[in-house]
């Protein structure tokens, strides 16, 4: 049973566009939204996160919208570059003290072109 | 350095023979992990450990087996490999009582 959705599998952005990655969650037990940020060769990386008492989260260019009564969240990041072109997972988890509770997304591959 | 160290980067083996993948890290954390990733299916958890006596079973743990030598060394065996088993694999590390996952370069396991 996936508990985390996400979507799209792949996104292409043209420079300086705003690339959009959602993802809905099942378990309203969850109460921790980290995006990881994976570049080839590499593995993933902590990227940013949210708590749900918050509906948004800012850190440079990137953006976690968070809607509670949805079970949805999204990253937005702006001002789409070159070196941004990764993979992106969404996790959430139950137990914000574990980083065994942490269930993931499937990815979004994201491509910036020039 | 690497502070999460994984080896072998890339290895390429046949159905049935028993392979070990290695795990050593350097953050002094004390939880350990190994994932697989695999296009389309995200991240999974294989297996995990709080502690050099603490091993659990993480969602797709059937055809693996772990061993956490000391705090700092953590190995995933294949004990009789087979094809559904390739795919790419990450060791993480994780701070007691903290959410953030540390990773390593990963190992490309491919099983003919």
């Known amino acids: 049973q996936q508990q985390v959705k996400q979507s799209p599998q792949s996104l292409i952005v043209q420079k300086g566009g705003i690339s959009i990655i959602n993802c809905a969650y099942e378990n309203t037990a969850f109460d921790y939204f980290p995006w990881y940020q994976q570049f080839p060769g590499k593995g993933p990386a902590l990227l940013i996160a949210?708590?749900?008492?918050?509906s948004e989260k800012k850190e440079g260019r990137f953006t976690i919208s968070f809607n509670k009564s949805a079970k949805q969240f999204s990253l937005h990041i702006m001002d789409s570059q070159p070196g941004d072109s990764a993979t992106y997972f969404c996790?959430?988890?139950?137990?914000?003290?574990?980083?065994?509770?942490?269930?993931f997304g499937t990815g979004t591959r994201l491509q910036v072109t020039l | 350095d690497a502070d999460v160290t994984q080896t072998p980067r890339n290895r390429i083996t046949k159905t049935g023979k028993r392979i070990m993948l290695e795990c050593s890290q350097t953050k002094g954390h004390d939880r350990m992990y190994w994932y697989r990733q695999d296009p389309g299916l995200g991240l999974r958890l294989i297996y995990y450990?709080?502690?050099?006596?603490?091993?659990n079973k993480g969602e797709i743990s059937d055809g693996y087996s772990v061993s956490r030598q000391a705090q700092a060394k953590f190995s995933l065996s294949l004990e009789s490999a087979i094809p559904n088993q390739t795919a790419l694999y990450f060791c993480?590390?994780?701070?007691?009582?903290?959410?953030?996952?540390?990773f390593g370069s990963g190992t490309q396991l491919s099983v003919l």
């Open positions: 993480a590390t994780s701070d007691f009582r903290a959410s953030e996952l540390f």
């Open positions: 996790a959430a988890s139950i137990d914000t003290g574990t980083a065994s509770k942490l269930t």
């Open positions: 450990s709080f502690d050099v006596k603490d091993i």
């Open positions: 949210i708590r749900p008492d918050v």
